[in-house]
């Protein structure tokens, strides 16, 4: 396994724990259990973020930027939805 697929396959182990750390906290009924979770998931975000910027410093994660018209269009549609 090269350096690429290590940081490809810890991106996407963050990815998935993170969505695991958001389900146990939104569900958790304990509060200190539930700040606990809370922590952890902020740290898998900081933690993803530091290995998607190495990977995209070496070219490894490309992300097209969107132009700013469907960004503004989006922002629009979004912003107007009140919660229900």
Not at 24 to 49: M, P, W
Not at 64 to 84: D, M
Request: proline residues 2%.
């Amino acid at each position: 396994m090269n350096d690429q697929e290590r940081i490809t396959d810890l991106i996407l182990s963050e990815k998935k724990m993170s969505s695991n750390y958001d389900t146990f906290a939104s569900e958790c009924v304990n509060v200190q259990l539930r700040d606990e979770y809370l922590k952890i998931f902020n740290q898998g975000h900081q933690t993803q973020t530091d290995l998607f910027k190495a990977a995209q410093q070496k070219g490894w994660y490309q992300v097209e930027q969107a132009p700013e018209s469907k960004v503004s269009t989006a922002y629009q549609k979004f912003s107007n939805q009140k919660p229900q």
